[in-house]
């Protein structure tokens, strides 16, 4: 577009050019995760960018100051107008919900907590019972911990107390997997957030909102460490003021793929009550997949002891590490590890019940070289669907990347391709037992899940997980990354790669800190409010 403009005959240092440079810039600090932005940073990003002068640049800073597509957070820090908007509803439909009443019928507490374990069958921890206290009591609170802590616990006692009261109780999460995953956990019915508050295609909002608010007494948001400024601010605003809210979550996995970091900054405002579960309850002593997730965290982990093959894979162990010396053996082992090695030795099916997760796109380690090699290994002869550079087969596994609210599919399910029409453009996928029609221009919405990226993964768990990780992914090599993508294992996970590349992520603890403006602005509506 720049380079049209300049071919036009516009001015280079004009400022239609230079307002577009500078809200460019912007967006891709925005796209990196922050909220609001140093105006010193932004200037001389724009002046790179655009070869301008500074007085030129600044200049028209404060021009789209004065109109209104650039506004200040804070003295000398900008936000573009949409994400400051969210984080002051957000900011203040939370000081409302904790100022308001609450809808719950009289609840005696310690007696339904000692209902609820009665109706378990075990007694709960003390930090289990604090959890559920603190939830009845609190009209927003926190609920973190890792894995094999009891969160599902505490929310499986919470729910049927609030059954029991015969409340009003909505129970959601980000992903469609996710909520499934909640559902099945609580025999509760939970649906996505994009579900639950009606999105309008149409519209590009919510049908439900301030102006037409949920009819809900209690509602329990799980996955939190996924939720971005903007759909965070978009749910809670729908809560009537009497209503309650938990936010439940690991606060020490990825951030949001959105702007924001609002599980870790509701956290950290101090402002909210958090039940921080550290206990290990489930399956404590014998797996090794919590106890290296816990280790992780410490950064205390050292890689499990690496194999030179795989025909060494000791069958009662639940973490592996198999040795590779290059991208191209790494790619290699993955794929017999999905053909044969793993379906054969553990009786799984490699569709179903094996997930690859990658940490880079590109390269020869990278998701989309391996989707290619993993579909060649277990489906070479499909009948064949070719669109622009994409290339699916019959019987592929792919995933969905946007919300379809017409079809009932919705960012990160997965299905296999049962029919491909090539003819009439046409594909049907089976999503977990629903059958899906897509014409030509909804497969757009498809790409392979052989392999996915662990942001993709959240959310959501699979019984085998392989996890290429290599120190061509140095830029990626983090220990949140490692944690995330090694939780997502149920019963077992296979590291590929280089065991030095393992150590860098772990002692990499240095993520790069989202700016964000939302506890100050939480902070500064609790003392109007």
């Known amino acids: 577009a720049d380079r049209i403009a300049l071919n036009l005959g516009l001015a280079s240092n004009g400022p239609p050019r230079i307002d577009a440079g500078i809200l460019h810039v912007m967006q891709e600090f925005e796209d990196q995760g922050h909220t609001h932005f140093e105006r010193r940073e932004i200037a001389l990003q724009a002046i790179e960018l655009l070869q301008?002068?500074?007085?030129?640049?600044?200049?028209?800073?404060?021009?789209?100051?004065?109109?209104?597509?650039?506004?200040?957070?804070?003295?000398?820090?900008l936000q573009l107008p949409a994400t400051a908007r969210a984080e002051h509803t957000l900011?203040?439909?939370?000081?409302?919900?904790?100022?308001?009443?609450?809808?719950?019928?009289?609840?005696?507490?310690?007696?339904?907590?000692?209902?609820?374990?009665?109706?378990?069958?075990?007694?709960?921890?003390?930090?289990?019972?604090?959890?559920?206290?603190?939830?009845?009591?609190?009209?927003?609170?926190?609920?973190?911990?890792?894995?094999?802590?009891?969160?599902?616990?505490?929310?499986?006692?919470?729910?049927?107390?609030?059954?029991?009261?015969?409340?009003?109780?909505?129970?959601?999460?980000?992903?469609?997997?996710?909520a499934k995953r909640m559902s099945e956990s609580t025999s509760h019915f939970a649906q996505t957030v994009h579900r639950l508050l009606k999105f309008d295609p149409s519209q590009g909002g919510f049908s439900v909102n301030e102006q037409n608010p949920l009819l809900c007494d209690y509602l329990i948001m799980d996955e939190s460490s996924m939720l971005d400024i903007r759909l965070a601010a978009a749910l809670v605003r729908a809560l009537p003021a009497n209503a309650h809210l938990l936010l439940v979550g690991d606060a020490d996995q990825l951030p949001s793929v959105g702007a924001g970091n609002v599980l870790k900054d509701l956290i950290d405002c101090g402002e909210l009550p958090v039940t921080r579960l550290q206990v290990t309850f489930?399956?404590?002593?014998?797996?090794?997949?919590?106890?290296?997730?816990?280790?992780?965290?410490?950064?205390?982990?050292?890689?499990?002891?690496?194999?030179?093959?795989?025909?060494?894979?000791?069958?009662?162990?639940?973490?592996?590490?198999?040795?590779?010396?290059?991208?191209?053996?790494c790619v290699k082992i993955v794929c017999d590890l999905c053909q044969s090695i793993l379906p054969k030795t553990f009786r799984i099916d490699p569709k179903s019940d094996l997930q690859v997760l990658a940490p880079l796109h590109r390269g020869v380690g990278g998701i989309g070289n391996l989707n290619d090699q993993i579909r060649d290994s277990l489906n070479p002869n499909g009948a064949t669907y070719v669109m622009g550079s994409m290339l699916l087969r019959e019987g592929d596994k792919v995933i969905q990347?946007?919300?379809?609210?017409?079809?009932?599919?919705?960012?990160?399910?997965?299905?296999?391709?049962?029919?491909?029409?090539?003819?009439?453009?046409v594909l049907e996928i089976d999503f977990e037992g629903r059958l899906v029609k897509y014409e030509r221009m909804e497969v757009t919405d498809l790409q392979p899940a052989y392999a996915i990226s662990i942001h993709k993964s959240q959310g959501s768990e699979y019984p085998v997980v392989i996890f290429p990780l290599l120190k061509q992914h140095f830029m990626m090599l983090q220990r949140n990354l490692v944690y995330t993508g090694l939780t997502r294992a149920r019963k077992k996970v296979v590291f590929v790669g280089d065991p030095t590349a393992y150590a860098?992520?772990?002692?990499?603890?240095?993520?790069?800190?989202?700016?964000?403006?939302?506890?100050?602005?939480?902070?500064?509506?609790?003392?109007?409010t």
């Open 52 to 77: 301008a002068e500074s007085h030129e640049v600044e200049t028209r800073v404060d021009a789209l100051l004065t109109q209104g597509e650039v506004v200040e957070s804070m003295a000398d820090w």
């Open 91 to 178: 900011s203040q439909s939370l000081s409302f919900l904790i100022r308001g009443k609450s809808s719950l019928p009289p609840i005696l507490v310690d007696k339904a907590i000692d209902w609820a374990q009665e109706k378990a069958g075990f007694q709960f921890a003390e930090e289990q019972s604090n959890g559920v206290h603190q939830a009845l009591s609190s009209k927003v609170s926190i609920l973190t911990g890792g894995p094999g802590t009891g969160k599902t616990t505490i929310l499986r006692a919470l729910v049927s107390i609030l059954r029991a009261k015969k409340t009003k109780i909505f129970l959601t999460a980000p992903t469609g997997r996710a």
């Open 282 to 329: 489930r399956q404590a002593d014998d797996s090794g997949i919590i106890g290296l997730a816990h280790s992780i965290l410490s950064g205390r982990s050292s890689p499990p002891l690496p194999l030179e093959s795989t025909s060494s894979l000791p069958p009662h162990h639940d973490v592996h590490f198999i040795r590779a010396e290059s991208p191209e053996e």
């Open 401 to 425: 990347t946007r919300n379809n609210y017409d079809k009932d599919v919705f960012n990160g399910d997965l299905g296999i391709i049962l029919k491909v029409d090539s003819l009439n453009g």
């Open 504 to 528: 860098m992520a772990i002692r990499n603890n240095k993520t790069v800190a989202r700016q964000t403006d939302l506890i100050r602005k939480f902070k500064k509506q609790l003392e109007i």
